[in-house]
Each structure stands twice: as C-alpha cells, then as structure tokens.
C-alpha cells in the first residue's frame, strides 16, 4: 500500500524535492503499523501463552484507577448540562423534559467521549511512557531475548483491559452524570426530583443504551492500540519518551472524536437513533 | 564375537573438521539508510570458545549481538546458531533458538516493576516450569553472580555493578549454551569490571559456555585472555595466569572499524599486529 502511494506520488509530482507529502506518508504508515499491531494483538488471543495476571493487573489500574476521574467528570457534566439547558427548556414550558435531555446527551454522546478522552489522557499516556522506558531501557529486547513475544505480554493484555472496561466506566460516567443533572435540577432550579427522575426513564431507549455501550469498545481499542505503538515505536531516550507520550494522548484524543462522528451516523443508521 | 557394524551404528565420534560452530556468520552486510554497519562480515565462533569482540562505539559490535538474537535481520550474508540458518526465522521460529541464548545487556536491562528474584525467574517462569526447580535454580544462580542476600530487592534498589550482576544471573539460568555479554563492564569500576570478566572466565572454563564479549576496553582482553578458572578439592574457584603450564586457546579477539572486521587472532597476535590502528587502540591513542 505504502508502496504504491510512494510510487503514485513520484509518477504524478505530488512529492516535491523537499518532501511536502511526509505527514500523509508518514500518516498512511503508521495507520499500517497500528492496524499490523492490532491483527497480531488479535491473532495472539487464540493461542498460548496467555497472561491472565498482567491483564487483571491492567484491569485494576485501568478500571479502578480511572473511576475517579471519570466519575468527577461524569457528575459535573451530567449537572452542567442542566445549568444550561433548563433555563431555555423553561422559556418553552418543557423544563420537565430537562431529565430527557440530559440522558440523550449523555448516554449517546458525552458519556462515551467525554469517558474515553479522559481514559485517553490518563491511560494512553501512561501505557505509552511504560511502554518507551521499557524499548529506551533495552527491556524489551531482553524479553525477546528471553523467549517472550512483548506483543503477547505487554500489548493484549492493555487493549483487552481496555476495550472490556471503557464500556463499564462509561456507565459510571452516564449514572454519576444523571445523578449530578439531577442534583442540578432539584437544588438550583427546584425541580422535583422524581419528575426528573421520571423525565430520565421515560426519555432513553434500549437504543440509547445499545449506542452508549458499543461506543466505548471501539474507543478503547483505538486508545490501547494507539498508546501501545507509540510507546513500542519510541526511539531517542528520554526525550523520545515525551514526544511518544504526548503523540499518544493527542492522537488517541483526535481519533476518538472523529471516530465518534462516524460511529454515530453509522449506529443512527443501524439503530434508528435519528428521531427523539 | 562382535558386531563391528552394530558398533558403527551406535557410536559416532564427530571428527574434529566437522564439529559446528556455534554462531557463525557468512558474509554478512547490513545498513541503515545510506549508513553502512555491517560490511561482508565472517566470523565463526567455536563450542565453548570466548570471542571478544573489540572496538570503538558505533563500530557495529553490538550489531553482532542483536543478529544473533533474531533482533534485527540482515540485508544479505547468512547467520547460523549451532549450524541452524536462522537469517529468515520469523519471531515465533526463534523463540526456541533463543532459549539456548543467554544476553546480558549493557546496563543490565532489568525489569524494573518485578522483584531481583522474579528478574532472574522470568525465563523458567515462560517456559512454565515446576515452582520448586525455578526457586532452586534461581538461587542457584544468584549464588553464582554472589547476590543471594539481593533476592528480595527490587532493580532500583540495586548499584550499577549489582544490576550487571543480576542481569548475567538472568542470563544464565536454564543453563543457556551461548552467552552474549553486551558491554558488561561499560561505566563500572574496575574492582566491579574484574568480576564480570571473572564470570565470564568460570563460564568458559568451567561450563564449556561458547560466549562473545563485546567491548571498548583493554583490560577486559587482558583478564579474558590470560586468565584461566580452575576448581579445588575443596570446591573453591581459583583463577590462575596462564604461563608455562597453560597456554589459553579457547579465547580469541576480533577487532572492528567502520563495520568491517580489522583483525582477528590471539591476544598475543593483537599486540604484535602492524596494523596502526590497532596499534594506536591497545595504546588508547585517537
């Protein structure tokens, strides 16, 4: 692929002799790698060795570790949403609709972004720095050379951890950010708290769930992969750890909300989200 | 009486001429980019031999050891591990060729979240051994490198010399037949430098272990070179000079420049070499 794009750029001077193409390039092959990293990540499932352990260790910090940041940013979103819905839901009479509102938003789209970018700045990060150190400190080499594929070590058990627990803290995320809207409503606008309750049930669908749920999976694969090629493709010591670091949270953050964008149509399309 | 074709059929002597060399390099090159780092590299590496390979950083010596390894590939040339041709082995194929390998990196290369114990476990931990061979084994061999009260403490806890030390244990247990030493003494002091090259001598000596030694200093060519291990009746390792009664043939040197081997022979050869820049490296001179 990469082959051909070269070729194809050379044949028709989309490359000029100072290389104004390198970023697409440079784009095009490290979407190679990361898909590379995920199908050997994926292949390595269906056979021995597997490291249970490392992935409940992973499970734990990226899980338990994570819940509260994300249930901080949960509440808070869940209770600014009402700040600023219910006066314009009031100006129109619906402001018992106000729980409704809040739940759509959240459980389709905030909960799920909001959750993964914040998993993205804590977890990618950190996966990619341990990762670094490890490539600059010559310990990944040493576990080649000690008969262990750092794939089946150090890159599954990250991205299982991930795409199986981003689902489970996007709930906490949704469920803390309900009880923050909710807590909103009843103490600054005085809105009794089971007609926001009630406002809440009546409003989301299975759909809504479903979406808010599905979401998640695919962030937390896009957050593993991306943080697990960086940090393996880390080169130039300690300096190199920043830059791959930093490269990690920002590309990880980027590709989720374009992600977001597609998956959204797409569900919409498959789960019939398009009506209220 | 007997049967002197049944005979034939169960013993076999290997000749001499025909005995496999453990790593052996046929005409290897490689570069990166426009960088050449290997130029038609031979070298041949026998059963229990100690090659040290000698030069100034950036000369490819390290490059050796990671070909050997399967960690990098060359872009043409051959490299055989006890005569199996492993230049187009994928990662799974050199799993098992590197359970025969034991490499001590430059600092060590410790993993710093398990314990020295776990560190030195890690290789019989993958290979799924019995709980009660790895803690006798890596006793064992924390014993050998003389840190058995370190087993508990983790690699930050550890000097420069000790995580050496830990990393030749790591590297030795399963009681590979090969060990590659990559720059062990590199920043230590001497007293610390002497006792790697006094692990390398009774691995050589007295486990028969083929072994390369990378590094940029004379006094470990010296130690290597002249230096035998032998056991007492009491089981005591003394290291002896070689002299009248002993003459060294199981340590060689292979000297590099720019990717390309400048000198290969005996340590006595080295110092009697023409060549001026080896004359000018044994002296220390730019």
């Not at chain 1, 509440?75 to 839901?89: E, I, M, N, S």
């Not at chain 2, 990098?72 to 990662?91: F, H, M, N, Q």
């Not at chain 2, 924390?142 to 058995?148: G, I, M, Q, R, S």
Request: hydrophobic share 45%; net charge negative; charged share 20%.
């Amino acid at each position: 692929m990469l082959a051909f794009i070269v070729t194809f750029t050379e044949r028709f001077q989309l490359v000029s002799p100072k290389g104004l193409m390198n970023p697409f390039i440079r784009f095009v092959s490290e979407l190679q790698e990361v898909s590379l990293l995920i199908w050997r990540a994926f292949v390595s499932l269906f056979s021995k060795p597997r490291y249970f352990s490392e992935t409940i260790r992973q499970m734990d910090m990226i899980g338990v570790g994570s819940l509260p940041i994300v249930l901080l940013t949960g509440f808070f979103t869940g209770g600014v949403l009402v700040l600023q819905a219910f006066p314009t839901l009031q100006y129109y009479s619906i402001q018992n609709e106000a729980g409704h509102s809040v739940a759509t938003s959240l459980i389709r789209e905030l909960g799920p972004v909001l959750c993964a970018l914040m998993v993205s700045g804590r977890i990618g990060a950190a996966i990619s720095a341990e990762l670094g150190s490890m490539v600059v400190s010559q310990q990944i080499d040493a576990m080649r050379a000690l008969g262990t594929d750092p794939i089946r070590r150090l890159v599954v058990p990250r991205i299982t951890s991930l795409v199986l627990l981003l689902p489970l803290l996007t709930v906490a995320c949704d469920i803390l950010g309900l009880i923050g809207g909710g807590v909103v409503a009843s103490t600054i606008y005085n809105q009794d708290y089971h007609v926001f309750a009630t406002s809440v049930r009546v409003g989301i669908t299975t759909s809504d769930l479903v979406s808010g749920l599905i979401k998640p999976i695919f962030f937390g694969l896009i957050i593993g992969s991306v943080g697990c090629h960086k940090g393996l493709s880390t080169s130039g010591g300690t300096a190199g750890v920043g830059r791959s670091t930093t490269d990690a949270v920002v590309i990880a953050s980027i590709w989720v909300i374009i992600f977001d964008f597609f998956l959204s149509k797409a569900l919409q399309y498959l789960l019939d989200l398009g009506q209220l | 009486m007997f049967d002197d074709n049944k005979i034939e059929d169960t013993i076999k002597i290997e000749p001499f001429w025909e005995i496999v060399p453990a790593i052996e390099f046929q005409d290897v090159c490689l570069a990166y980019d426009d960088k050449i780092v290997l130029d038609h590299i031979d070298l041949s590496v026998r059963r229990g031999e100690c090659k040290i390979i000698l030069g100034r950083s950036g000369g490819g010596k390290s490059t050796i050891i990671r070909l050997i390894l399967g960690l990098l590939k060359p872009d043409s040339g051959r490299v055989l591990v006890d005569g199996e041709d492993i230049t187009d082995y994928t990662e799974v194929e050199m799993m098992p060729i590197r359970q025969k390998i034991g490499m001590v990196f430059q600092e060590g290369a410790l993993f710093d979240s398990i314990s020295v114990y776990e560190n030195v476990a890690y290789r019989l931990r993958e290979q799924e051994r019995d709980e009660a061979e790895i803690d006798r084994e890596v006793r064992r061999m924390l014993e050998f490198v003389d840190l058995a009260d370190a087993v508990d403490k983790m690699p930050i806890e550890l000097s420069g010399g000790m995580r050496r030390r830990v990393g030749i244990a790591r590297a030795l247990i399963g009681d590979p037949s090969i060990v590659l030493f990559d720059e062990p003494t590199a920043g230590l002091d001497p007293p610390t430098a002497r006792t790697m090259c006094e692990l390398a001598i009774k691995l050589r000596d007295l486990q028969d272990v083929s072994s390369i030694f990378v590094t940029h200093e004379m006094n470990n060519v010296t130690n290597l070179c002249s230096e035998y291990a032998t056991v007492s009746e009491k089981g005591e390792v003394h290291f002896e000079k070689e002299g009248d009664k002993l003459c060294l043939i199981n340590t060689e040197v292979l000297m590099m420049r720019n990717g390309q081997i400048i000198f290969n022979g005996t340590d006595e050869q080295l110092q009697a070499s023409d060549n001026q820049y080896v004359k000018r490296f044994i002296k220390g001179e730019r």
